[in-house]
DNA sequence: AAGGGAATGTCAATGAATTGACATTATTTT
DNA sequence: AAAATAATGTCAATTCATTGACATTCCCTT
């Protein structure tokens, strides 16, 4: 593998072209050139190639990609080959929600535990998993090997929280979290701001009525 | 107003500045030069002031910026001076914990109504919101002045409610459902793909795996 | 009231990302 | 087997975004 920097900008297509093979895989189609597949996700099949030419040639030339290939070769990049251990922090709505999601599971993100600090939630059983004191936390980590752990918390817990998985080992964390977390540079942070994310909604919506 | 395009790359920063503003508002603090808010949210002065210049100056020279005057810009900018009606397409999980969210409503964004297509739902109430049935969602839209719809069904689904949403006169979709949508370029659509970003985590947790 | 200090607003320079162009190479056809 | 075709890989050009530098302007003190 070459080592040099991939920029975040290309990582964040890396999904979408993804999604998009993985659909045409199950429609049977087996080859797509650049183009063809520029036409199909509305960007140019200049920035395709380029994309794809970080990681080294997937291609042959006059011919194109093969489809399957491809699509497991970017399921690699993306770290998808492996199986994650998820615990999630923060039995509320949202954690509930994304614990009930299963095509996480199907991609290989395992749900192996769901903490939250509110007693009367204890045992309760969401999907096979009971919810577990918070206290608890740590050594589950620790024990069962987990990569991930899913904030869904008050942000006035969150960076505590943080702090407390990093020192039990967390590798990343998906922070759903309406604050910003400050953790060593070897330790991923993958933010969901919510509430971000709408107001870019708004703006563009009010944008548009004033007549830009 | 100046009514040059501003790009999307500012207006992404922009939810950020305005929850740190909130928060040093809230904290009592009247004013603050670029260098300190750059220290605190750790970027360079020069991109803050540069953001903010997009708009015209908010700030007085050898004196800074004061706070609760350019939170109140950075909201309106967003459009959050005004509020805004939404409505939920799908009482799934992911649905009511968006439904159940306080926090959004704090912020001028109101839930009118939530809507799904199980028979067993019709009726059910989440936090004061009868399910409907989706046949009734284009005249609820119409009759109760709907600004945003969010769409958590799945993607098989959402082509096509958001389809009938545009007919129905909606401005900006808010779209959980893994899939893009294809609208006229009037109408606003901001996608919140959870497995995408949950990707780039695993890419990125295991980026760091690799000795990069 | 005037001068010094401080921080903005803005211009220029740099750096990053995207697009365009084309030579190269593999495939397919004759 | 050779020529024609097709589409990649890659280099260069362009566009966009970020950073740096500084003159200008405003506040605050004396």
Same mark, same amino acid.
């Given at each position: 593998?070459?080592?040099?920097?991939?920029?975040? %900008?290309?990582?964040?297509?890396? =999904?979408?072209?993804?999604?998009?093979?993985?659909?045409?895989?199950?429609?049977?189609?087996?080859?797509? #050139?650049?183009?063809?597949? #520029?036409? $199909?996700?509305?960007?140019?099949?200049?920035?395709?190639?380029?994309?794809?030419?970080?990681?080294?040639?997937?291609?042959?030339?006059?011919?194109?990609?093969?489809?399957?290939?491809?699509?497991?070769?970017?399921?690699?990049?993306?770290?998808?080959?492996?199986?994650?251990?998820?615990?999630?922090?923060?039995?509320?709505?949202?954690?509930? %929600?994304?614990?009930?999601?299963?095509? +996480?599971?199907?991609?290989?993100?395992? +749900?192996?535990? $769901?903490?939250?600090?509110? =007693?009367?939630?204890?045992?309760?059983?969401?999907? #096979?998993?009971? $919810?577990? =004191?918070?206290?608890?936390?740590?050594?589950?980590?620790?024990?069962?090997?987990?990569?991930? %752990?899913?904030?869904?918390?008050?942000?006035?817990? %969150?960076?505590?929280?943080?702090?407390?998985?990093?020192?039990?080992?967390?590798?990343?964390?998906?922070?759903?979290?309406?604050?910003?977390?400050?953790? =060593?540079?070897?330790?991923?942070?993958?933010?969901?701001?919510? #509430?971000?994310?709408?107001?870019?909604?708004?703006?563009?919506?009010?944008?548009?009525?004033?007549?830009?």
């Amino acid at each position: 593998m070459d080592n040099k920097e991939i920029s975040q %900008a290309v990582i964040g297509r890396l =999904p979408r072209y993804f999604r998009y093979l993985g659909e045409l895989k199950d429609e049977g189609i087996e080859r797509i #050139s650049s183009q063809e597949l #520029s036409d $199909i996700m509305k960007v140019t099949a200049s920035q395709i190639r380029q994309d794809f030419n970080n990681f080294g040639g997937f291609g042959q030339q006059g011919y194109g990609y093969k489809v399957e290939y491809l699509y497991e070769e970017i399921g690699k990049i993306l770290g998808l080959n492996k199986s994650h251990n998820l615990i999630i922090i923060g039995a509320g709505n949202l954690g509930q %929600a994304l614990a009930n999601y299963m095509n +996480f599971e199907r991609r290989g993100f395992l +749900f192996k535990g $769901i903490f939250d600090n509110d =007693p009367a939630l204890y045992g309760r059983k969401i999907r #096979s998993l009971e $919810i577990q =004191p918070m206290e608890e936390m740590e050594t589950f980590v620790r024990v069962n090997e987990i990569d991930i %752990a899913v904030l869904t918390i008050p942000k006035t817990e %969150a960076v505590g929280v943080a702090e407390r998985l990093v020192q039990a080992g967390i590798r990343g964390i998906w922070n759903f979290a309406h604050v910003d977390l400050n953790v =060593p540079k070897d330790i991923q942070v993958e933010n969901v701001h919510l #509430s971000d994310s709408l107001m870019k909604l708004t703006y563009n919506i009010s944008r548009f009525e004033n007549g830009d």
